[in-house]
T-cell receptor, first 113, second 113 residues
Framework: SQTIHQWPATLVQPVGSPLSLECTVEGTSNPNLYWYRQAAGRGLQLLFYSVGIGQISSEVPQNLSASRPQDRQFILSSKKLLLSDSGFYLC????????????FGPGTRLTVL | AQTVTQSQPEMSVQEAETVTLSCTYDTSENNYYLFWYKQPPSRQMILVIRQEAYKQQNATENRFSVNFQKAAKSFSLKISDSQLGDTAMYFCGSIGSNYQLIWGAGTKLIIKP
């Protein structure tokens, strides 16, 4: 069976510090991978998606970036965090080339102080 | 472009009652998929039910069923015999040929004891 992991679960960082959130998927190959951000009580905002290693599409221009160094690894980064980067970050995967549902990780709660 | 609209920001019902959450969408495609996700206080995103647009029969999963009206572009979720554990945010989503899941803003559902 497939599983998706995210870490850390919770993170408190000062403004201007770097960020690295990691997401890994097990039990599947060549998945589509997604990063979402969710503000409190709000919907999901797609940040990045990837259909393969090194292939990243950005949906929202901002100070965040994403990388996919391995088939089942997706990393969300920032060189300098802003207060507005606070939120709940969700990673998801789906079967490639299929209009299928997305499966979500447990999320990371990021607080920028 | 696809859009998804959830017009009910918040709903509350008594335990054991039936509740219907509304969702409308707009797409020019013929082949697409629709989903309902649940996000309880733990913030884990859980797939509730999916519907293929080419299927006329409404999807059902135990106490959860949909009323899919393709001509009206409506996709409502009915929860029968509601339980306290159904308290959550509910998100409607649509996916088309670009494999991107378009999300509604969500409906907060509160089941009262």
């Amino acid at each position: 069976s497939q599983t998706i992991h995210q870490w850390p679960a919770t993170l408190v960082q000062p403004v201007g510090s770097p960020l690295s959130l990691e997401c890994t998927v097990e039990g599947t190959s060549n998945p589509n991978l997604y990063w979402y951000r969710q503000a409190a009580g709000r919907g999901l905002q797609l940040l990045f998606y990837s259909v393969g290693i090194g292939q990243i599409s950005s949906e929202v221009p901002q100070n965040l970036s994403a990388s996919r160094p391995q088939d089942r690894q997706f990393i969300l980064s920032s060189k300098k965090l802003l207060l507005s980067d606070s939120g709940f970050y969700l990673c998801a995967w789906s079967v490639s080339n299929v209009r299928n549902e997305q499966f979500f990780g447990p999320g990371t709660r990021l607080t920028v102080l | 472009a696809q859009t998804v609209t959830q017009s009910q920001p918040e709903m509350s019902v008594q335990e054991a009652e039936t509740v219907t959450l509304s969702c409308t969408y707009d797409t020019s495609e013929n082949n697409y998929y629709l989903f309902w996700y649940k996000q309880p206080p733990s913030r884990q995103m859980i797939l509730v039910i999916r519907q293929e647009a080419y299927k006329q029969q409404n999807a059902t999963e135990n106490r959860f069923s949909v009323n899919f009206q393709k001509a009206a572009k409506s996709f409502s979720l009915k929860i029968s015999d509601s339980q306290l554990g159904d308290t959550a945010m509910y998100f409607c989503g649509s996916i088309g040929s670009n494999y991107q899941l378009i999300w509604g803003a969500g409906t907060k559902l509160i089941i009262k004891p």
